[in-house]
């Protein structure tokens, strides 16, 4: 798999941390910036992070699927479990079907103009399993633009 092709699919799990946000506490509408970093271990120097920007409404904020960069809700092929929001801080579990099937499990803290996460995840490619550690912080950037 190259890494490029690699990434995607990573970037594309953070999709399940978007799953979790279903309880979130409340957070300000408008525009945020999202940093997504991937490690791994072997990998050289690592991935540049990848950054995006999108406007939310609360609405969006209560919509896991409108939170998460990428998220095609039909056709994911991962589920959470084990939601807990404490606090602050929602803690979850995942699982990923089909080719490169993950599992994992992640963490996001939140402050309402800011947030920040982890998801740990175990990717089976070939007879090898690949660990990452993704980590991700979204800010308000102000409101959206029109």
């Given at each position: 798999?190259?890494?490029?092709?690699?990434?995607?699919?990573?970037?594309?799990?953070?999709?399940?941390?978007?799953?979790?946000?279903?309880?979130?506490?409340?957070?300000?509408?408008?525009?945020?910036?999202?940093?997504?970093?991937?490690?791994?271990?072997?990998?050289?120097?690592?991935?540049?992070?990848?950054?995006?920007?999108?406007?939310?409404?609360?609405?969006?904020?209560?919509?896991?699927?409108?939170?998460?960069?990428?998220?095609?809700?039909?056709?994911?092929?991962?589920?959470?479990?084990?939601?807990?929001?404490?606090?602050?801080?929602?803690?979850?579990?995942?699982?990923?079907?089909?080719?490169?099937?993950?599992?994992?499990?992640?963490?996001?803290?939140?402050?309402g103009a800011s947030y920040t996460g982890t998801n740990k995840m175990a990717m089976r490619h070939g007879?090898?399993?690949?660990?990452?550690?993704?980590?991700?912080?979204?800010?308000?950037?102000?409101?959206?633009?029109?």
């Amino acid at each position: 798999m190259t890494l490029p092709k690699f990434l995607a699919l990573a970037i594309g799990s953070f999709a399940i941390a978007g799953t979790a946000l279903a309880a979130a506490p409340k957070m300000k509408e408008g525009l945020w910036e999202i940093t997504v970093k991937m490690n791994m271990p072997g990998m050289p120097a690592g991935a540049p992070p990848q950054v995006m920007q999108r406007c939310f409404t609360q609405k969006d904020f209560e919509n896991p699927d409108k939170m998460a960069p990428g998220n095609d809700s039909k056709s994911s092929r991962c589920e959470t479990s084990d939601y807990k929001l404490q606090g602050n801080t929602a803690t979850w579990k995942m699982a990923c079907q089909g080719e490169n099937a993950m599992t994992g499990a992640g963490s996001m803290t939140f402050s309402g103009a800011s947030y920040t996460g982890t998801n740990k995840m175990a990717m089976r490619h070939g007879d090898q399993t690949m660990n990452m550690t993704m980590n991700y912080a979204g800010r308000h950037l102000g409101p959206c633009k029109k």
